[in-house]
């Protein structure tokens, strides 16, 4: 997370109810808008939490330099205004929530946690997509490992309680149809089987 405030006391006491609440949340602070695009094109943020009214360059204007860096950045924002034109700039650029100076600790801990399940959200995705690009493509990626499985994968969504990697009734489903896939947990609900295309065509044929 990158969080822009050029008030010191406001950029502190934030840093600070992170840090203390939120250990999984990695925070970078900067004080200025400037300051903080210098940053943005060295590094990867995926959340960007920006004070309005800041000298030089206010938080919208950041928001969309910003968007030129990283379009899927979630933008949060704070003032000590309740201004209905700041609330619709703020939808405008997509910002995801609107905290109000001073800070709520409640809600602050409800946006927060909608931080943390958006980024859950976000891994998953690109987890998803990493799997999709390189072992299906057998290339050899970083660490340099080579990837030699079947050609075919199957993507299966389950509820919860269903699909577990502690729970074998869908990787049992699956030895019986396909042999011995190598299977992929993606995140708590899906996940990915990878199987000879053989298997695939033999499945055809018995439907």
Not at 27 to 50: G, P, R
Not at 109 to 127: A, P
Not at 146 to 161: F, H, R, S, V
Not at 190 to 206: T, Y
Request: net charge negative; hydrophobic share 40%.
């Amino acid at each position: 997370m990158l969080l822009v405030d050029d008030d010191p006391l406001d950029r502190e006491g934030i840093c600070y109810l992170i840090e203390k609440n939120f250990q999984n949340i990695s925070i970078k602070a900067a004080e200025s808008a400037y300051m903080a695009l210098e940053l943005v094109q060295n590094e990867h943020f995926d959340v960007l939490m920006t004070d309005i009214s800041m000298p030089n360059m206010n938080g919208f204007s950041l928001i969309e330099e910003i968007k030129q860096y990283n379009e899927s950045i979630y933008p949060i924002v704070f003032s000590a205004y309740s201004d209905f034109n700041y609330v619709k700039k703020a939808l405008r650029l997509g910002v995801k929530d609107y905290l109000l100076k001073p800070i709520d600790l409640q809600e602050f801990k409800e946006t927060m946690s909608s931080v943390i399940q958006y980024c859950r959200r976000d891994v998953n995705n690109l987890w998803t997509s990493y799997i999709l690009k390189t072992i299906l493509k057998k290339e050899t990626v970083e660490p340099k490992i080579e990837w030699n499985l079947g050609n075919c994968a199957i993507l299966i969504d389950c509820y919860n309680e269903i699909l577990d990697e502690k729970n074998s009734t869908i990787r049992n489903i699956a030895d019986s149809i396909f042999g011995d896939p190598f299977v992929v947990f993606i995140n708590e609900s899906q996940m990915l089987l990878f199987v000879d295309e053989s298997h695939i065509d033999n499945l055809n044929k018995s439907i």
